[in-house]
């Protein structure tokens, strides 16, 4: 039976994740209105909408360091509402921002500062809330999955599905009736609510794992105290100490798989996006519809994975998921071919049920992944750990990106031709199946378990 105390910090742990990521899931509110302000208010070609979105997101690859500033620099005795509530600051900032601004201001530039801006403070918020997520959600004893298993990860992956889900269902509601900068203004709104939110919490009241230094060691054994360490001693201590986690084979092997499962595979959302909308004339409800969907998707997962999935082993898992992407690309190549219309399947109705699923999927490795390496992860360095995992997600996205740009340009698509539209899709099928010949990297064990073992 747990002790009140413990059992109330608990809770607070739940409330303080469950906004971060309901709030970082509704994200795509504002993400649909920026996609729509690019292509109709800045007029920017499909090559350049995809070079912008993937751009924006450099300050993620920056996630190591925050981590381990996190880990390791204490804000008036706290390292992580301190940096949940800056983080949701700058994003509030750089929202209003572009919202507030005249309008004879904003430019391609002007809106790549403040895309930068407000994906600073996201990567910031998703690393202390990762960290928070890897401290309070490990198993109770490496070979036990009691006081965690993968339930907290499952929880704040479901609100992160049902705030993505609101998001875009509003976001295609409200994208035909107002002005993508009323939207960036709604959602700026929302993240200064956030900000007051978490900044009214103390630290204290979570009952987070102290850690022990060789100096403050002996006091805490005798009454249990403890003093934040000192920021520039502590920094070097976490170096050393994600520089040895890496160096673990169970460990370096997975996040090497994990990235290059992301990076090989040349992403075409921002063709597919123009597809959508200039050459099937798609109504914008109806892509939120299907994002909508998608996010519905991304919550049965996250259900169906803490209620089942946590024994099947890692290796299956991830597997799984990359074949179930390849069959979705090459079903979107016969839908470009038009081969389900010839069916009787109307364009809205697929477009509604696999292209926001697919958008989606290669996601579901994520919450796996992100437990394997919460049950891995050495006491101490979980911050670090999990923003260098998160870091690499964001570089590797990146880089699929551009190659997602890189292939439209070599197959000659573009806002006005989309013949090789298919053929570039099932390029893009073929570098998904690549990863699964490099499976053995990954430990062969049930997540839930607790347990893992390399070949």
């Not at 959602?187 to 609510?193: H, M, Q, R, S």
């Not at 084979?249 to 090497?256: G, H, L």
């Not at 063709?271 to 409800?285: H, I, V």
Request: aromatic share 10%.
């Amino acid at each position: 039976m747990k002790d009140p105390k413990e059992e109330e910090a608990a809770n607070w742990v739940r409330r303080l994740l469950g906004l971060g990521f309901w709030v970082q899931g509704f994200r795509c509110f504002a993400w649909m209105g920026v996609n729509f302000f690019l292509k109709d208010g800045l007029k920017v070609a499909p090559s350049t909408l995809q070079l912008l979105q993937n751009s924006a997101n450099l300050p993620m690859v920056g996630k190591p360091l925050y981590g381990i500033v996190s880990d390791a620099v204490y804000i008036r005795g706290e390292h992580r509402i301190p940096y949940i509530a800056i983080g949701a600051l700058l994003q509030s900032v750089s929202w209003l921002a572009v919202g507030l601004i005249p309008a004879s201001v904003i430019s391609i530039l002007t809106m790549s500062l403040f895309l930068l801006l407000g994906n600073l403070g996201a990567s910031i918020v998703e690393v202390a809330n990762d960290a928070l997520v890897a401290e309070t959600g490990k198993p109770a004893s490496p070979t036990s999955s009691e006081g965690g298993g993968g339930e907290l990860q499952s929880y704040v992956w479901m609100l992160a599905s049902i705030g993505g889900a609101l998001g875009n269902l509003l976001g295609g509601i409200c994208i035909s009736q107002l002005s993508p900068r009323y939207m960036f203004i709604i959602f700026g709104l929302l993240l200064a609510l956030q900000f007051l939110a978490t900044a009214s919490v103390r630290e204290s009241s979570l009952n987070l794992p102290k850690p022990i230094t060789s100096d403050n060691k002996k006091k805490n054994n005798k009454n249990k105290s403890y003093s934040s360490p000192s920021g520039g001693s502590n920094i070097r201590k976490q170096l050393s100490q994600l520089s040895l986690a890496l160096q673990r084979p169970d460990i370096a092997y997975s996040i090497a798989w994990f990235t290059m499962s992301f990076a090989i595979i040349p992403i075409l959302m921002g063709t597919m996006f123009f597809y959508q909308t200039q050459q099937l004339q798609l109504d914008s409800s109806l892509l939120g519809i299907s994002k909508v969907f998608g996010q519905a998707a991304m919550l049965a997962w996250s259900a169906s994975y803490n209620r089942w999935l946590k024994v099947v082993p890692v290796r299956k898992l991830l597997s799984g998921v990359q074949v179930a992407t390849v069959a979705l690309m090459v079903s979107d190549a016969l839908f470009v071919r038009r081969l389900y219309r010839e069916m009787g399947v109307s364009d809205g109705t697929y477009v509604v049920l696999f292209s926001g699923l697919l958008e989606v999927l290669p996601l579901f490795k994520v919450l796996p992944f992100s437990v394997l390496m919460a049950g891995l992860c050495p006491a101490g360095c979980e911050g670090s750990l999990m923003a260098f995992v998160m870091s690499a997600i964001a570089l590797a996205t990146i880089v699929s990106g551009y190659l997602g740009v890189a292939l439209a340009a070599f197959m000659g698509v573009s806002g006005d031709d989309f013949t090789c539209l298919p053929q570039a899709i099932l390029i893009q099928a073929a570098c998904t199946l690549l990863p699964i010949f490099w499976t053995s990297w990954i430990p062969d064990a049930a997540i839930g378990s607790g347990r893992a073992k390399t070949d």
